[in-house]
């Protein structure tokens, strides 16, 4: 048994990491995506921003969620749950926002 829980969590660990890089990745392309398209002054810069933030903070909140499996004390659950909350929050938040800017994406007029 105290192998299968060793491999568990290294397996866990690994792929904690792979989703947390994965995360900061994807936030930090959309980011350089968001800057150059607001150079060039694209109206669909925001929508495709935030987007890019939200797919960037799914992976980031994948990772808090596969972290449950591999805490020890109540004090950690406690703050992963806290880390969980925040994350889930932004995401709706974001989505709310690319709701709205889709709407008004649909009222650009077109040229």
Known sequence: MDMAEHLLESVVSWAILLFEYVGVAVIVAAGVQG???YVRRDPLTRLTLA???SLGLEFKLGSEILRTVIVRE??????????????AALTVLIHWEIKNEERGAVKLPTE
């Open 74 to 87: 109540f004090k950690e659950i406690g703050l992963v749950g806290a880390i969980i909350l925040l994350r």
């Open 35 to 37: 800057v150059w398209r």
């Open 51 to 53: 987007k890019g933030l």
